[in-house]
């Protein structure tokens, strides 16, 4: 059987951290609904074997989660999901996301390429929430 | 002292000088240090007195408060780089040795790390073995000891890719389930970037640069620059320079200046810079 819990899939060649790839992709799965609270992360040993990173930099990047207050370390069973990030206006049937979508449609009618749709999106979201720290 | 490794005012002196001198250092319980430095900067030399087999000239080393003295500590174990096997013994006549050596000693760990690696035929002769096989037996040995401190002097030199693979998962799967504190030594910075934590790099015999890797990374920032423009405030560890531009590696830079690029460097390009400081001081 396979193991109930999510994999994190550490890129060498990326430039960012193993620490900073555990809580991204942790966020992730919690944005996309595959962590939902009560969901246990995967255990420093579980992601060891299947990434062969050190424990520690799993269990610090689970102290950030916690520190962040969306995960919470029970002694001797585990780090568990206790808040979700999944919401309502980023599912597939959203307004939301059906907007977006008939906008990128007229942009491929536009003649837009995949840099410009990004450049544009880019300028947009930095317009709207101010300059991301990277 | 505290910490699961340290040592003090330590120094090892061979007829042709010092090998290592005034080193002190406090390595924390449960890290994973990258031990870096040139050849001939001292590693194997510092291995050694911390496995208890080379008597250090001056200074003292302890493994969790007690000291190092003549013999190899019960709690560490040591990888040396010559990875002293019997070659005509089998590998299990090799395990049963090493079992008769050792007065804690584990079978069923030794075994259980040996059915992992795919490279490692109990039946063979050691000295039949790829040196890769070799590095793991040898490796298995070790933890066979139930170490709680384990030293590895380069661990991965002579391992294929998938070698290194399940080698750094067996090493890394030891610190998750035992706490194990390792401290190995390699030239391959890459591999050692997703699996250390502590850095303790060393030229000529003295630590350059010990501490966590993450807290190292953000004290030091390369900048980019005009080669005509004054440096930058801070500790300049190296440089490189062409004609118009300087490419330097600071510590403890306090700001950027304007018209310098400022970016945090990644393990690789710190350590190759202290090892071009080094260099340039032995020219």
Same mark, same amino acid.
């Given at each position: 059987?396979?193991p109930d819990v999510i994999?994190?899939?550490?890129?060498?060649?990326?430039?960012?951290?193993?620490?900073?790839?555990i809580?991204q992709?942790a966020k992730?799965a919690?944005?996309?609904?595959?962590?939902?609270?009560?969901?246990?992360?995967?255990t420093?040993?579980?992601?060891?074997?299947a990434?062969?990173?050190?424990?520690?930099?799993v269990? &610090?990047? =689970?102290?950030e989660l916690?520190?962040e207050?969306?995960?919470?370390?029970?002694?001797?069973?585990? *780090?568990?999901?206790?808040?979700?990030?999944?919401?309502?206006a980023?599912?597939?049937?959203s307004?939301?996301?059906? @907007?977006?979508?008939?906008?990128?449609s007229?942009?491929?009618?536009g003649g837009?390429g995949?840099e410009?749709?990004?450049?544009? =999106?880019?300028?947009?979201?930095q317009?709207?929430?101010?300059? @991301?720290e990277? | 002292m +505290?910490?699961a490794?340290?040592c003090s #005012?330590?120094?090892k &002196?061979f007829?042709?000088?010092w090998?290592v001198?005034?080193?002190?250092?406090?390595?924390?319980? %449960? &890290?994973v240090?990258?031990l870096v %430095?040139p050849? #001939?900067a001292?590693k194997? *030399?510092l291995?050694?007195?911390?496995?208890?087999?080379i008597?250090?000239?001056?200074?003292?080393?302890w493994v969790h %408060?007690?000291?190092?003295?003549n013999?190899t500590?019960?709690d560490v174990a040591?990888?040396?780089?010559?990875r002293?096997?019997?070659? +005509?013994?089998t /590998?299990?006549?090799q !395990?049963?040795?090493?079992r008769?050596?050792?007065d804690? $000693?584990?079978d069923?760990?030794?075994?259980?790390?040996?059915?992992?690696?795919?490279?490692v035929d109990?039946?063979a002769k /050691?000295?039949e073995?790829s040196?890769g096989?070799?590095?793991q037996?040898?490796?298995a040995l070790?933890?066979?000891?139930l170490p709680?401190v384990?030293?590895? +002097? @380069?661990?991965?030199?002579?391992l294929?890719?998938?070698?290194?693979?399940?080698t750094l998962?067996?090493?890394? *799967?030891?610190?998750?389930d035992? #706490?194990?504190?390792?401290?190995?030594?390699?030239?391959?910075?890459?591999?050692l970037?997703?699996?250390?934590?502590?850095?303790?790099? !060393?030229d &000529?015999g003295?630590?350059?640069v010990d501490g966590d890797?993450e807290?190292v990374l953000?004290?030091?920032?390369?900048?980019v620059g005009?080669?005509?423009?004054?440096?930058p405030?801070?500790?300049?560890?190296?440089?490189t320079r062409t004609?118009?531009?300087? *490419?330097?590696l600071?510590?403890?830079?306090?700001?950027?200046p304007?018209? $310098?690029?400022?970016? @945090?460097?990644?393990?690789?390009?710190?350590v190759?810079? =202290?090892?071009?400081?080094?260099?340039g001081r032995? +020219?």
């Amino acid at each position: 059987m396979l193991p109930d819990v999510i994999e994190f899939r550490i890129d060498r060649r990326s430039g960012v951290s193993t620490y900073m790839q555990i809580i991204q992709q942790a966020k992730q799965a919690m944005r996309l609904g595959l962590l939902n609270p009560g969901d246990r992360l995967p255990t420093a040993r579980e992601v060891v074997e299947a990434t062969a990173v050190n424990p520690n930099t799993v269990l &610090k990047a =689970y102290r950030e989660l916690e520190r962040e207050g969306l995960v919470e370390a029970r002694r001797g069973l585990g *780090t568990f999901v206790t808040k979700s990030l999944a919401s309502e206006a980023g599912s597939d049937e959203s307004p939301l996301r059906q @907007e977006l979508s008939a906008w990128m449609s007229k942009a491929v009618q536009g003649g837009l390429g995949v840099e410009d749709v990004d450049a544009m =999106y880019a300028v947009v979201r930095q317009e709207q929430f101010g300059v @991301e720290e990277s | 002292m +505290d910490g699961a490794l340290s040592c003090s #005012g330590l120094g090892k &002196k061979f007829r042709r000088g010092w090998a290592v001198r005034d080193c002190s250092f406090e390595l924390p319980e %449960g &890290k994973v240090v990258a031990l870096v %430095g040139p050849n #001939g900067a001292g590693k194997s *030399t510092l291995l050694g007195m911390a496995a208890g087999l080379i008597r250090p000239t001056e200074g003292e080393l302890w493994v969790h %408060g007690t000291p190092v003295r003549n013999r190899t500590h019960p709690d560490v174990a040591f990888l040396a780089q010559s990875r002293p096997l019997y070659r +005509d013994f089998t /590998v299990r006549e090799q !395990i049963k040795a090493a079992r008769a050596m050792n007065d804690r $000693w584990s079978d069923e760990r030794v075994t259980e790390i040996l059915d992992l690696l795919a490279g490692v035929d109990p039946k063979a002769k /050691v000295g039949e073995l790829s040196a890769g096989a070799r590095s793991q037996l040898a490796i298995a040995l070790a933890l066979g000891r139930l170490p709680k401190v384990l030293l590895l +002097d @380069e661990p991965l030199s002579d391992l294929d890719p998938l070698a290194r693979d399940e080698t750094l998962r067996l090493v890394m *799967t030891e610190v998750a389930d035992r #706490g194990t504190t390792v401290v190995m030594s390699s030239h391959l910075l890459g591999d050692l970037r997703e699996v250390c934590d502590h850095l303790l790099l !060393i030229d &000529k015999g003295h630590v350059q640069v010990d501490g966590d890797i993450e807290d190292v990374l953000a004290e030091h920032r390369i900048l980019v620059g005009p080669a005509d423009s004054p440096e930058p405030e801070g500790t300049l560890v190296s440089a490189t320079r062409t004609e118009r531009q300087a *490419t330097l590696l600071m510590r403890d830079t306090v700001s950027v200046p304007d018209g $310098w690029a400022g970016t @945090e460097p990644d393990l690789e390009s710190l350590v190759m810079g =202290y090892l071009r400081a080094a260099r340039g001081r032995r +020219d």
